[in-house]
């Protein structure tokens, strides 16, 4: 790691982004932002109870999105209970109230928040997009500057379409060379948080560089710039690049015609001045990244999948040692032991982090023709992500496989929607948070990649999907 300086004359893409935004800002450092994006979902209801005591109305609805993904059903026999239906119509009410525009149960449309805005072309480069819900940092990887933020915010931005930010310190996160075949953007993630732990980037927005970067498609560089937030840092950017521009041009609320190539022009144009410095820099080589797998209960609880376990007996210092010692104990597992060949009970490929197309595809590259040894529900990101798999038939490659095949929603990420993971069973789950009773009370969860999902699918353990992939890529 590198602390390089800062040339006063040179602006980075993050200081270009924090300008452009800039109304004014106090003699304690804090700025107000105006928000060119509000997303809401589910969870906006204390905002709205909030407006509605002060008898204030939404300042911009015609900036702010609802989307209902925590509480969906997903199956289409579901019933939802009482307090799911409430949360649902809840959205529906507030939205249609105040004329904002909602992607809601039954609209075509509808999906989780971070796969839609990107998906409609509502993230945009330049932005600034809040919602409240910390994977908020997904929208980076389009060259938003974008973060989660509280009910409280969610209520100011709704009444004033801006919010009070102190101007955060910028990390490099560099990675150069070219991941290998099996290698995904998850891996490089869960990677990069492994080495530097769960606050590794407290404080700072992370501007993701280098050319194993630049050669993500655009689906890699959300689930990247997702998970930012599990290293600690306030968001995930990387700059528009022609990557960027083809992956958005023609979405539905991208700018079009003469519209279009102004934009373009502009949206380019934000990439950071060279030699402009960072307050810190770190630098990681593509081909030494294996398959990733969490072992504990925090998303730095990481090693490739032909590591073994640690043993908090060799750990010097006691506080980590303890903590290692009581993440291996709810995991139910045993020090030392290699991590390939751990017993699953189930599969959960979906999410914001790892539901888009390209995720299903390569879950069904290692899948097609095979059987899943254990029982699994995929969940596409968005309804159009759905149609569009059904389209390419990989639909019927996971149900061949065994693979429960639902709608969309945030699903088995979290379990609003009840899709849950039952007390001491062990789930190879393509979210973000391996956290105790995150995917239910007394769950275990491991963090991986769809393709490595797959492959636990396929022998019923944790495996190194390189081996089922010999001969497919």
Same mark, same amino acid.
């Given at each position: +790691?590198?602390?390089?300086?800062?040339?006063?004359?040179?602006?980075?893409?993050?200081?270009?982004?924090?300008? /452009?935004?800039?109304?004014?800002?106090?003699?304690d450092g804090a700025t107000l932002l105006w928000v060119d994006r509000h997303f809401i979902h589910?969870?906006?209801?204390?905002?709205?109870?909030?407006?509605?005591?002060?008898?204030?109305?939404?300042?911009?609805?015609?900036?702010?999105?609802?989307?209902?993904?925590?509480?969906?059903?997903?199956?289409?026999?579901?019933?939802?209970?009482?307090?799911?239906?409430? +949360?649902?119509?809840?959205?529906?009410e507030n939205t249609a109230r105040y004329g904002i525009t909602l992607f809601g149960r039954g609209d075509p449309r509808q999906g989780i928040v971070h796969v839609v805005g990107p998906e409609q072309g509502l993230t945009l480069p330049g932005l600034l997009v809040v919602c409240g819900d910390s994977h908020t940092a997904t929208h980076g990887a389009l060259g938003a500057y974008a973060f989660g933020i509280g009910a409280t915010e969610v209520a100011h931005v709704l009444a004033t379409q801006t919010i009070w930010q102190k101007k955060p310190k910028q990390m490099r996160l560099v990675v150069d060379g070219r991941l290998m075949p099996g290698i995904g953007a998850k891996d490089v993630a869960l990677n990069w948080i492994s080495r530097l732990g769960a606050d590794g980037a407290r404080g700072h927005v992370v501007e993701y560089d280098g050319t194993a970067i630049r050669g993500l498609t655009?689906?890699?560089?959300?689930?990247?710039?997702?998970?930012?937030?599990?290293?600690?840092?306030?968001?995930?950017?990387?700059?528009?690049?022609?990557?960027?521009?083809?992956?958005?041009?023609?979405?539905?609320?991208?700018?079009?015609?003469?519209?279009?190539?102004?934009?373009a022009e502009g949206f380019l144009a934000l990439a950071g001045d060279d030699d402009a410095g960072f307050d810190r820099e770190v630098r990681l080589t593509a081909d030494e990244i294996a398959p990733i797998v969490t072992w504990g209960t925090s998303p730095e609880e990481a090693l490739p999948i032909t590591a073994t376990l640690p043993d908090p007996a060799r750990e010097p210092d006691p506080a980590k040692a303890s903590r290692?010692?009581?993440?291996?104990?709810?995991?139910? /597992?045993?020090?030392?032991?290699?991590?390939e060949g751990i017993e699953i009970d189930q599969i959960f490929i979906g999410s914001c982090t790892n539901a888009r197309i390209e995720d299903l595809r390569s879950a069904a590259a290692v899948l097609a023709g095979r059987r899943s040894k254990v029982p699994g529900l995929v969940s596409p990101g968005s309804t159009l992500v759905k149609s569009q798999a059904e389209q390419e038939g990989l639909d019927r490659i996971f149900m061949d496989a065994g693979l429960e095949w639902v709608g969309s929603g945030c699903s088995m990420c979290v379990g609003m929607n009840g899709d849950?993971?039952?007390?001491?069973? &062990?789930?190879?789950?393509?979210?973000?948070?391996?956290? &105790?009773? &995150?995917?239910?009370?007394?769950?275990r969860t491991h963090l991986v990649s769809p393709a490595m999902a797959a492959a636990a699918a396929?022998?019923?353990?944790?495996?190194?999907? &390189?081996?089922?992939?010999?001969?497919?890529?």
């Open positions: +790691m590198t602390v390089s300086r800062r040339p006063a004359d040179k602006r980075t893409f993050f200081d270009k982004l924090w300008d /452009l935004h800039r109304i004014l800002t106090r003699d589910e969870g906006s209801h204390h905002a709205f109870a909030n407006l509605a005591a002060r008898n204030l109305p939404v300042a911009h609805p015609e900036l702010t999105f609802g989307v209902a993904d925590h509480y969906v059903p997903t199956r289409p026999d579901a019933v939802p209970t009482d307090s799911i239906a409430r +949360m649902i119509l809840t959205l529906s655009v689906e890699g560089r959300l689930t990247l710039c997702n998970l930012s937030i599990e290293g600690g840092a306030r968001s995930g950017l990387i700059a528009p690049d022609e990557t960027t521009l083809n992956w958005i041009k023609g979405r539905p609320f991208a700018p079009t015609g003469s519209d279009w190539e102004r934009a290692i010692a009581a993440s291996l104990d709810y995991m139910g /597992l045993t020090p030392g032991r290699s991590l849950l993971v039952a007390p001491g069973k &062990r789930c190879a789950s393509t979210t973000n948070r391996n956290f &105790r009773g &995150r995917q239910g009370q007394g769950a396929v022998t019923g353990t944790l495996t190194d999907v &390189r081996k089922l992939l010999r001969g497919r890529c």
